[in-house]
Structures are given as structure tokens and as C-alpha cells.
DNA sequence: GTGAAAGCGCTAACAC
DNA sequence: GTGTTAGCGCTTTCAC
């Protein structure tokens, strides 16, 4: 059986109020004391309830951490990230995956206020009538990450995905193509939105005409990747060049094209949202906009802590800038060494 | 403020101790009450304090998971296994990376057991002197999963890594190669152990002497992977084949011999133990052991579950199968389409 | 500077 | 069947 408070009080001659102002480095209590007390604790091996503390205090000594899917590489650096800072502030981080789903977030959303998180870390699946609301209303602090979320004035951290994908586009450009086709996220959320803006800017800017045909948006996942591959190549409006939304999308554009005997980057030149170390790995190396995945959720934490400690600062925006990683997939063949 | 029970006890007309009850799904309940309770609880948008519960049980509805690191794919969807199967039993997951710091995995279960959770899954970086020890001391369940522990008697879920092992080498053996390189962790831990001793036995079984200089252990990282493959190239015994312990490996190995101009398979073939969705995505493609990851978090958190529910039953061991899946880094220059 | 006592929200033992 | 009561292990007034 762990030892509670009260047997150190008695091993140390004092009342279990003194053991906790003692413990918890809280004023006016003799160094003397402190030094008994923490004799004590030691040969007890006494370890406070975080339990009993999380009840007492009403709020718990853990942030909740919803995403998407830890499978996804890129949440798997933010979580990362998000563990290292809970860490150092002797946090702990209750992982939750949505899915995608709406009903999943609320229900763990409910549970995480069940538990009383001292906080909340979110790459939410809606925009607006986001179940974080509850959150809100409760004065639960949430750091909105990777996505934004409208109805909900939370501090949020994410890229710039807009100077992103406009950076990657002007690229291909720059490259000499002009029939671009986008893969990507649905413009109903965040990032889907903004990286289809920033490939119309970049088009725009380069008086290359939008058109409708090259772009294929959908639920950023493998699957969507491989169909719209496919539709791609059986398209009569062919694109010299394909700009992939997220890493997921890029893995199934990537493996169909390989499977129909496509070369890259003379079939079609490809770029990614995302960097993957594997990237390096393949023939042709792969071109990506990289995100500062690991910043991203450090800043987020940091931001979400500072809440926790109490900051009443006005609600941040942190937008962190990515970078293009020029490989080989979007060089034309003469230009590959 | 979210509502508290006595607030659904005075709405419901009833005492807390019938709220409990009717909630809980208790028997000696009247279903009219019953129904009256969840009423007023619906109407309140009650939601239990599990963190109260949790006091008050001493066992709160959370278990721990502690891995050496979450960027490692494979740790990734194990984490996801379990995260799934806590998600099943309304429990939550607790994320704890140790490093394969002895010291961050102390820190952490002290910290978990400070949570009293009801359950600890863990990928130890100890085999003896493990600080779960203090867990299982203070009968919390615990299951190890993918490394063994030998001083503390545990049920444990792990991939069989030596059939797995002597697979690859098999396989290796079978297309010509005799002077086999392998690079794997330290046979300290169960993984390089028990990989090397299918390495091995595959030699054994085929007459091939076993040639130390073949043998290249240490931390299955990247780094290790990466140095490890410069010192083959520059080997006075040149293995015609190399079978890496781990995914982290791998992409060391791999990535050296890519950019010294190595030709795979007709320089080194190789083989990778685990499996990486990226695999199918280079040239070659590359030959992997699979182990079910999945599967392994799955049975392991099943497992502890069981102990949680109160299972007495002995200790068990459960070892999965793994399954070669041959592509062409492996295979012969001239059996390549 | 320290102790006594109350209480966080729940459940379980015991009444009735 | 249901209510009363005690108490899980802490922190935090409020005394002194």
C-alpha cells in the first residue's frame, strides 16, 4: 500500500497540513520542518495522490490531446511535441483520436472534462459547431492546433499553409509547367481551404488560368490519394504536374502511379504538403513543403500552459512559416543529376 | 459549473446514493426511478467526476502506456491498438515516452502510480531491475508488450522474433547469399536477442559459419543504422546481403548505401525487420518482415483489461506470428521484372 | 508558523 | 428499495 500524508504527518511529528505546505514549497513553514517532512516522505517513499490533489483542486494534472489519427506521421511529431512540454511541466497527456468523427471528439471531449484536464489541446474536426464549446463554457483552456476553429475564440498554432502551398505551386511553375493539378483536403476545413488558396494565388500571380478540372478535393486519407491518381491519368485535361494537400494523399497518389507505370517526375511532376523522411528514400527523391511539425505542437503546449497557469492575454494566432524542400519529383529529368 | 450528483439527487427527488445506483446501473432499483434519475441527469448534462470516482475506488479509469518513443512507426500503431481498445472500455490512455531512459521510465511510473491508474502497458527498456517492479508490488496490472521482463512475472504479448528472424535469413540463404550481415540492437534487450539467435539457427541450419565481423550491434536507431553501413562498405569481409533488426535500422542502412551509390540488390540485398507502409514506395521495393503490430497492442490490451476486470488466471505469454513479405531488395538482380 | 476541520464528488456499508 | 453516513487523500481556510 502507497503511504498517504497522514503517515508522513505522524513519522514527522506534525500535521498533515504542515506535510503539504511542506512538500508543496508553500511560505511559512520552518526550514527545520521542511527538512523532517521530507525525511520522512523519503523514508516512506511517499508519493501525493494526484488523484485525491485533482478532486481537491478541481483540475487534474493532465492535458487531453485530440487528433485525428496518431497514425498519421504528422500528428505522431505534434504528440511528440505536446508529451516532451507536458513532461517537463510534469504533465500528463491523455491521447484521444477522433477519427474524423464529430461524435467521437464530443465523446471524448465529455470524458476529458470528466477527468477535469487542466487543459486542452485540439486539431478539432469542425470548424464551427465545434463540441469544444463545452470546453469553453466550462473555462477549460484549448489550444487550437493544425486546425483552426471558428466558433470557439481559442489560441491557435498552426502553419502557413496558405504561403505553403503557394511556395510549392510557384515552384512547379518555376519549373515550366502551367497544367497543375491539386489533390487535397476539402476546402470545408482549414487546411483544405487555405492550400487551395495559396495554389490559386500562385496561379493567379503567374496568369495561368484556374480551372476547375485540375482540382480534386476530398477526405485527406490514402484512399482518396489512389482515386483521384487515378482519375488524373484517364483525365482528359492531362497536368503535367500534381501538387499533393497532405502526406496521406500523397502515399496513395504516389502508389497508384507507380503501380500504373507512371514516371515521375516526366509523367508528372509531384509535390507534397508535408515532408516524411522517407522522401529521401525513393527514386525520384520527393519534393515537399515541410511544416515545423515539432514547433508547432511545442508552441501550442507552451501556449496551452501559460492558459493553465492563469495568463488572461488576449487569444493568439501563431503562424509558423514552412519550407520547400526541393527534391527530384518535381525537377525536370535533364535537371536530375 | 458542471452539475454534481447531488444536484440530479435534489432535481430527481432522491437521495446521491440512488443517483449512484440508478446511473450505474446498480441492482435493487425501481425502473421508475431509474428512469426519473436519468431524466434529471439529461436535463442537467451531468456527467460523473471521474476523478472523484476515481478517488473514492482508488482506481481511477486510465492506463498507462509507456514506449521508448511514439515517432517510431511501430510504436505508433501499437499506440493506436491500445488506444482503440481503451476507447472499447471507456478507459483512457495515459502516453509516456521513456526514451530508453531507465530514469524517464521511473519518473513515469511513479507519475502513473501517483494517477492510480488501473493498468500499465509497457515496452520496457530494462529486462531486470525494471522499475515496474513498484507496480506489480502494489498489484497493478501490468502486460509487456514487444520486450520481455524477466524480474517481474508478467503476461506478456510479443511478435516471435525468431522465426521471424530466421525467415529473412532463410529467405536470404535461399537466393545465393552466404555471407550475411546482420544489424541489430544489443542482445541485451529481447528483441536483438532473440533476432539474433534466429540469424543464427537459419546459419546453423544451412552449414554457413557463424562469422562475428558479420555482426553489427547497438541502439536500433537511425544513426547506428547509418554508421553501421559505412563500416560494411568499408568491411574486409563483404557481406553480398544485409538483414536489418528494425525499421529505425533500416532507414539508417538505407540511407547511407543510397547516397554512397550502393546498389541494392545487386550490391547488398536486404532485408528489414517490420514492416513500413513506404516499403512498396522505393526501387527497390523493399523485403520485410512483418510483424503484427496492430494485433500485438490489440491482445495486449485485451490481456490487461482481463487482469484489470480481476483475472486471476496464471501468468500467460502470447506470441505472435510474423510473415515474410518478399519484394525486390531481396531477390536477384535477374528475378526482378 | 502550525494545527484543526471542512470539503472536493463520488461510492459502499449499513440502516431501515 | 432507498436514505444516511462515512471516507477516499489531499488542500485550504480559519484559528491561535
Redesign the interface.
Known sequence: ??STIKDVARKAGVSSATVSRALSGKPHVRQVVIDQVREAALELDF??????R??RVQK?S?IGLIIS???N?FF??L??AV??SA?RN?Y??????SDESVE?ERAYI??L????VAGVLISSTQENDSPSRRLFE?RIPIVAVDRRMLDVPVDTVLADNFSGSYSAVDHLIQQGHTRIAIVAAQPNRTTGRERLAGYRQALADHNIPFCDELVYTGIPNRLTGRLYAKEITQSPIQPTAIFCGNNLLT?GV??YL?EAGCNIPEDYALVSFDD???Y????PTITAVRQPVYELGRQAADLLFERINGSVSPVKEIVLETQLVVRQSSTSARRIV
Chains 1, 2 share one sequence.
Open positions: 500500500m502507497p508519493h501525493p495522490s494526484r488523484v485525491a485533482s478532486l487534474s493532465i489519427d496518431i497514425l506521421p505522431t511529431a504528440v511528440r508529451e516532451d513532461s510534469e500528463g497527456v491523455f491521447l484521444c483520436n467521437k465529455e470524458l472534462q470528466a477527468e477535469n466550462d502515399v504516389l502508389g507507380k516524411m523522411e522517407w529521401t528514400m525513393t527514386s
